[in-house]
T-cell receptor, first 113, second 113 residues
């Protein structure tokens, strides 16, 4: 059974640029959630995708957007990058939208300079 | 907004000692999960507690969910250096059909040999 994978591992971008992060969910899981973890803090919920549609959103601006594909993999897109966007971006998959457990990938470390 | 306060923020103990980490909120959660996170990696799920008053044991780790489902504790008996890591509690609640996790800020545990 393959766990949650994310790419790339690390990324350095300049303020104002755009970035796309990718996530493959665990086998059999149809729901993907994205979290932002700033240094020294717990993860914060960005949004969740289920059946290729956004199924819930945290307190993040519209420049954070996402996609889910028919194979349940997902992308997180961030436009007009700001310095405060520097963080570890985590993807978590769950069996379905109502499942309690979420399983996290290793994350993508984004640095904005 | 659902908030979780986790304490202590940092804990440094000697091998063989016992410790307790607390997770408190004014909000009621559908379930509460505990994760452990190593540097540069995603959180790894340790346990999910669902019922008020529930107690779960995982080897030397004991997890308890408060009767009112607003708080939880993690107790480690005879800590070992391998227990070192960031421990995160996360409260789960339904927003529409999406299960969202609200994380505490974490407890950084260091067990000295």
């Amino acid at each position: 059974e393959t766990g949650v994978t994310q790419s790339p591992t690390h990324l350095i971008k300049t303020r104002g640029q755009q970035v796309t992060l990718r996530c493959s969910s665990q086998s059999g899981h149809n729901t993907v959630s994205w979290y932002q973890q700033a240094l020294g803090q717990g993860p914060q919920f960005i949004f969740q995708y289920y059946r290729e549609e956004e199924n819930g959103r945290g307190n993040f601006p519209p420049r954070f957007s996402g996609l889910q594909f028919p194979n349940y993999s997902s992308e997180l897109n961030v436009n007009a990058l700001e310095l405060d966007d520097s963080a570890l971006y985590l993807c978590a998959s769950s069996l379905t939208t109502g499942a309690y457990e979420q399983y996290f990938g290793p994350g993508t470390r984004l640095t904005v300079t | 907004t659902q908030l979780l306060e986790q304490s202590p923020q940092f804990l440094s103990i000697q091998e063989g000692e016992n410790l307790t980490v607390y997770c408190n909120s004014s909000s009621v959660f559908s379930s509460l999960q505990w994760y452990r996170q190593e540097p540069g990696e995603g959180p790894v799920l340790l346990v999910t507690v669902v019922t008020g008053g529930e107690v779960k044991k995982l080897k030397r780790l004991t997890f308890q969910f408060g009767d009112a489902r607003k708080d939880s504790s993690l107790h480690i008996t005879a800590a070992q250096p391998g227990d070192t890591g960031l421990y995160l509690c996360a409260g789960d609640y339904l927003s529409g059909s999406a299960r969202q996790l609200t994380f505490g800020s974490g407890t950084q545990l260091t067990v000295l040999p």
